[in-house]
């Protein structure tokens, strides 16, 4: 087996020659940036259960416990976070011309803040809140939270901009990302599990098209082995400068 950093120029140097990048991200690359995953070691499901606090049926039953209880935390964790090396490392890849779009996971918007500028928010966004009622939509920051759950002037209830368990993917991100999956030349799939689908079935996708498919994890993954060919075991934020070293090296 190669040594990590034989791996890492091995990798940088396929990134190099890709044409169509594509990142799948998961909360991993975020752990970084101070907001816990939601499976493993800390993770946000081994304290709650969520199907009682994560499904579009346990919010419509009781919405103030589920604003109280998650995601009254999530907003603050989001609220304080900021881009680490990892989503600014994807940001430079898209500047430099081989990463071309982003299909994420995650709600907190971390892949804009870097600067990246072709987003797909496959689970929606934490920063839009929208009334159940009257539709009016809200930017997170703007909402009273000081009674629970937030309420819209009509007396509807605010909801996160985000699917829940039991809610459909938009039918848009779904298609933009099965496309993008379907014609880019090289996957970087960082920090995911890669068991929810159907975001899990991006890579399926990119390595059926045959892509090269390399993970950023420090654990392996239901992918790993199979349908990735790479993986790089490590924290994102790390791994992500030494490979853009490499890549700027090779670049230059
Ligand atoms: N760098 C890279 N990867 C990391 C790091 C790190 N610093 N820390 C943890 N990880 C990895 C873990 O090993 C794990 O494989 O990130 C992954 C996080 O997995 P999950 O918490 O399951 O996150 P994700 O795959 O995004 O979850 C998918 O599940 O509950 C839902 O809707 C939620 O979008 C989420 C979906």
């Known amino acids: 087996m190669a040594d990590s950093h034989t791996l890492i120029k091995k990798v940088a140097q396929k990134l190099s020659s890709a044409r169509n990048a594509v990142a799948l991200t998961g909360a991993g690359i975020s752990v970084e940036s101070g907001i816990p995953p939601f499976r493993g070691k800390g993770g946000v499901w081994e304290r709650f259960d969520p199907m009682e606090y994560a499904s579009i049926d346990a919010f419509k039953k009781n ?49 804009q803040k870097a600067g990246n500028t072709d987003v797909i928010e496959f689970h929606g966004n934490f920063a839009i809140n929208y009334c159940m009622d009257c539709g009016r939509r809200m930017d997170t920051v703007s909402i009273d939270l000081s009674q629970m759950p937030p309420r819209c002037d009509c007396g509807g209830i605010f909801r996160p901009d985000c699917v829940f368990f039991g809610e459909m993917i938009p039918p848009d991100s779904l298609l933009r990302s099965q496309q993008a999956a379907s014609q880019c030349d090289f ?16 890579p399926v996708l990119a390595h059926n098209s045959g892509a090269v498919i390399v993970e950023i994890n420090p654990e392996s993954t239901p992918l790993t082995g199979y349908i990735s060919h790479h993986i790089l075991l490590g924290q994102a934020g790390t791994l992500m400068n030494q490979l853009i070293d490499e890549v700027n090296q090779i670049m230059r």
């Open 187 to 202: 996957m970087l799939v960082i920090g995911t599990s890669a068991v929810v689908q159907p975001a899990a079935h991006m």
């Open 63 to 111: 919405p103030a416990k589920v604003w109280q209880v998650l995601l009254k935390d999530l907003n603050q964790l989001i609220g304080n976070a900021k881009p680490n090396d990892a989503h600014k490392g994807l940001a430079i890849l898209e500047k430099m011309g081989i990463l071309k779009t982003v299909i994420t996971q995650n709600v907190d918007g971390l892949h």
